[in-house]
């Protein structure tokens, strides 16, 4: 049984660099919602120096909110967007003599292409018109997954470690008061679940089917190295393969 684990970087933690050394797969911020020239520079050296895939992370143009807003843009803007994105990570990724490997949507952009098809095509047409041997990392089973699938994407199902899941498959919303799992031990048994079960229990309580190829580890909260150190050392006890192949 083998996991791929993945971060979200380039977004101004102080973690980069430590998590690099924990996962297996980076999604570097691409400056529109966070993130710079500099910043997505250092994060692509890093990625290289502990044999990370490298990823772009993708998000809306909306520094203020940390991409987290809610846009209703048109298709054709979204498929601009992220060409742009795409293009200016690539770039310092081929400096450096590596390979960009896949895409995932950021936040809000992320969210709301689980569930908005117009949206999850534009943003998988972007990406295999840009380079069709990417993959693109989605929310299992979400209609990002299935787009990408549609035209011949290949694709990452992703599963979280520290967010809570309603009955849909979605993720529980930021804004509300049960979003995320503070208990490290309930978030690492929600992780060994959709691993090895291939479920998630929601917050209704209902038991929810999941495809877990890759797993989140959010590098933005308090105790985000050390829950990420703790998943991976409770993984390989078990047997599991942490790897982006």
């Not at 990406?127 to 209609?143: A, E, H, K, R, W």
């Amino acid at each position: 049984m083998k996991i791929d684990l993945n971060a979200d970087l380039g977004e101004g933690c102080i973690h980069d660099e430590a998590l690099l050394q924990l996962v297996s797969s980076a999604n570097i911020a691409c400056g529109f919602h966070a993130g710079d020239a500099v910043t997505m520079h250092k994060a692509v050296r890093w990625a290289i120096k502990y044999g990370v895939a490298i990823g772009a992370h993708p998000g809306f143009l909306d520094r203020e909110n940390f991409g987290r807003k809610a846009m209703d843009l048109p298709p054709e803007t979204i498929y601009s967007q992220m060409l742009y994105q795409l293009g200016a990570l690539n770039a310092i990724v081929r400096s450096e003599g590596a390979t960009m490997r896949h895409v995932k949507p950021h936040g809000m952009l992320y969210n709301q292409a689980a569930k908005d098809r117009q949206l999850a095509g534009a943003i998988a047409q972007a990406v295999y018109d840009f380079n069709p041997t990417l993959y693109l990392m989605g929310l299992s089973g979400s209609q990002l997954i299935l787009e990408a699938e549609r035209i011949g994407l290949k694709t990452i199902n992703e599963v979280f470690a520290d967010r809570r899941y309603q009955s849909d498959g979605s993720l529980v919303p930021r804004h509300e008061a049960n979003a995320l799992i503070d208990s490290e031990e309930d978030a690492l048994q929600q992780t060994l679940n959709m691993i090895k079960q291939q479920h998630v229990y929601s917050i209704e309580q209902h038991f929810v089917p999941v495809k877990a190829e890759t797993v989140c580890l959010h590098g933005d909260s308090q105790h985000a190295l050390a829950f990420a150190q703790l998943l991976r050392s409770q993984l390989e006890q078990q047997g599991i393969v942490i790897t982006s192949e």
